[in-house]
């Protein structure tokens, strides 16, 4: 077996690899991207209780697209999740701050996610046109 053939297995059982690397960077994007619409959407709702000093209906989703109803009578007690099923008491502007910081933290995944897929695209793309030059030599 030649050198070149040799050259030419490895780097096709190298693209496996990489193209499931470019799979796992586009979910993880994906998933990203789904996480802020949920932060968005809580933005919208504290921002919107913020504007509000008396007690506000507001639709709460209980589970399985079902929602109810409900009366919020004290609009500055608001329970955050901080990991493991755990929540803490906070006020409207500090739950608003949190979620701030974890969109600015999203945004920095976001980047270096979107860096790391296209870096390992370009890197595809060389494998590609490698084998390309090689299969035409033969």
Same mark, same amino acid.
């Given at each position: 077996?030649?050198?070149?053939?040799?050259?030419?297995?490895? @780097?096709?059982?190298?693209?496996?690899?990489?193209?499931?690397?470019?799979?796992?960077?586009?979910?993880?994007?994906?998933?990203?991207?789904?996480?802020?619409?949920?932060?968005? *959407?809580?933005?919208?709702?504290?921002?919107?209780? %913020?504007?509000?000093?008396?007690?506000?209906?507001? @639709?709460?989703?209980?589970?399985?697209?079902?929602?109810?109803?409900?009366? %919020?009578?004290?609009?500055?007690?608001?329970?955050?999740?901080?990991?493991?099923?755990?929540?803490?008491?906070?006020?409207?502007?500090?739950?608003?701050?949190? @979620?701030?910081?974890?969109?600015?933290?999203?945004?920095?995944?976001? *980047?270096?996610?979107?860096?790391?897929?296209?870096?390992?695209?370009?890197?595809?793309?060389? %494998?590609?046109?490698?084998?390309?030059?090689?299969?035409?030599? *033969?």
């Amino acid at each position: 077996m030649s050198d070149s053939d040799v050259e030419l297995r490895r @780097l096709v059982n190298a693209l496996p690899q990489y193209e499931e690397q470019i799979r796992y960077w586009e979910s993880q994007l994906d998933a990203i991207s789904n996480v802020k619409a949920d932060i968005f *959407q809580a933005q919208d709702t504290i921002n919107g209780m %913020i504007k509000s000093e008396k007690s506000n209906e507001m @639709l709460v989703p209980v589970g399985h697209n079902t929602s109810i109803f409900a009366t %919020i009578n004290d609009m500055d007690r608001v329970l955050v999740g901080i990991g493991s099923r755990v929540y803490m008491e906070t006020t409207r502007e500090d739950s608003l701050r949190r @979620l701030n910081k974890r969109l600015d933290d999203l945004n920095t995944a976001t *980047q270096t996610y979107q860096n790391n897929l296209v870096k390992t695209q370009q890197e595809y793309t060389s %494998i590609r046109k490698q084998i390309d030059s090689l299969q035409g030599v *033969q």
